[in-house]
């Protein structure tokens, strides 16, 4: 399922679920930084999710 419908406008993504609040912190990142609004340079930097918890999906 996830490989016939991981397209390049709307990507899968995966999350680590191991530790939620870490992972409900991460995804408001991911959110965040994929809304068009003006940002700053200290916004770019929190805003850049952490690669151990979310990731996109890389098929198979």
């Not at 340079?41 to 918890?53: A, E, N």
């Amino acid at each position: 399922m996830l490989k016939r419908t991981d397209l390049p406008f709307c990507k899968w993504m995966i999350l680590n679920a191991n530790y939620a609040p870490a992972v409900r912190v991460e995804t408001i990142k991911h959110v965040l930084a994929n809304v068009p609004y003006p940002k700053n340079k200290q916004s770019i930097k929190l805003l850049k999710p952490d690669t151990g918890i979310i990731s996109t999906y890389k098929g198979d």
